[in-house]
């Protein structure tokens, strides 16, 4: 059903005046960026020059490149671990029956009703009797295992006909070739959904890598921002607004590389 041109206009407006709503903070951040002390205090909207000297200040104030390359692995490596436990963990609750699995699974669901900060403290005792603070797997593993993630991917893999799984037995498929040749090729929607929200929630964690790190070695793009504000007494906002610029330019390549391939696998998925 075609919409009149009356309501096209109305749509396009609203998603247009949204559009600039939501993006207006980046714009101004950037535009910040480019001014000098005094011209913040001026109130002034648009710099006088673009320049890149607040550019410049992060990288000096900063290892703002090692913390930028912490942030990559440390995102891309809980990205990775959840794709693999939750896939794992949501294959053996729709295709390995076993006595108790329903309820098992929703003992596992209701974790997701435990605020993350009333677990926080055992997990960095157990990080710390691990002597695993200021490593990779001190900021990573504590995140594998995602209630919210696995309930995403079991929904999905339900949707998977028995006869396929019947007929893949009756190949000689098992249970593991099954998971890799059929399952995983069939779940990229969910796959890249989930994998798009692991990495985006691990890069902007702040709380956790604050208390397993104590050294400039493996801490992330998040500590350093927040460096940049209590490095002097009166914060320079128009340094600390580069490095915000330069934080966020990994998620918004991201972001437009991989929308094509998401919305694909979105209509994908819609079609089947």
Sequence with gaps: MTMSLPKKLIFYTLL????????????YAFLISFMTG???????????SFHLDNYIKVFDRL???NYLLNSFIVSAGVMLGQLA?????????VFIP?????????????????PWEATMIPNFFIIQNLNWLNTYQG?????????????????????IPKELHEAAQVAGLGPFAFFRRVVLP???TSLVTLGAYGFLTTWNMYLWPLLVTT?????????????LQSQEVATDWGVVMAGVIVVIIPTLLLLFLGQKQLQKGLTQGALK
């Design 186 to 188: 069939v779940s990229k």
């Design 215 to 227: 050294n400039d070695s493996v801490r992330t793009v998040q500590i350093g921002l927040k460096q």
């Design 16 to 27: 247009t005046i949204s559009a600039i709503v939501l993006f207006f903070p980046i714009v």
């Design 63 to 65: 290892p703002l490149l």
């Design 85 to 93: 436990v939750c896939s794992l963990a949501a294959y053996a609750f």
């Design 38 to 48: 005094p011209e913040l205090m001026q109130g002034k909207f648009l710099p006088e």
């Design 139 to 159: 900021l990573t593993l504590p995140f594998f295992a995602l209630a919210f993630g696995t309930f995403l991917l079991r929904q999905h893999f339900k949707t």
């Design 98 to 114: 076993f006595k108790g699995r329903d309820f098992v699974f929703f003992l596992f669901i209701s974790t997701m009703m435990i």
